[in-house]
């Protein structure tokens, strides 16, 4: 597992998800892996209120980051102020991951994934999407920034011609 770990907070679903995550990247050709799963014992479960033997936490690793998934109730909730970014080399993949992870979910604008079906936002992107929107030309510049923001799931060639490249 990486050093730095994201810790997602869910209610009852850290397995559910973590399983959902790894086999939509592992479909997607890339690497993914569910790791140890921790189970709620007597006194964990007594503190917490929930059932003795559930899931407490799942790790699991997407693309070589860390994550662990943590059953701790209804307490917290999502937003998009937290989002993870997804680059993508072809519009292949982006259409790919952008159906999964939309799948049950809320399809944001200019390549975001509002919330999936768990409430995570996501981002596809093409793999040099920072390069597209940035340019020396400050009218290529902006012509590549007109063209995402009329977008919902981001299209490469279309960004690549508003950005001149």
Do not use: H
């Not at 989002?83 to 999964?100: G, L, M």
């Amino acid at each position: 597992m990486p050093n730095i770990t994201t810790c997602l907070w869910f209610d009852s679903q850290a397995e559910e998800a973590a399983n959902f995550y790894v086999d939509v990247f592992v479909q997607g050709g890339r690497s993914a892996k569910i790791g140890a799963i921790a189970r709620y014992d007597g006194a964990a479960a007594k503190a917490s209120g929930r059932s003795q033997g559930s899931v407490m936490t799942v790790e699991f690793e997407l693309d070589g980051s860390g994550f662990l998934g943590l059953n701790g109730g209804p307490l917290f909730k999502f937003s998009q102020a937290t989002s993870f970014i997804v680059r993508c080399k072809t519009q292949r993949e982006i259409d790919y991951f952008w159906a999964k992870l939309s799948e049950g979910g809320k399809e944001g604008r200019c390549g975001w994934i509002d919330a999936d079906k768990f409430g995570i936002s996501w981002q596809v992107v093409p793999e040099n999407f920072n390069e597209l929107m940035r340019n020396s030309d400050p009218l290529k510049a902006e012509a590549a920034m007109k063209a995402m923001l009329s977008m919902k799931k981001l299209d490469i060639a279309a960004l690549k011609k508003a950005a001149g490249k």
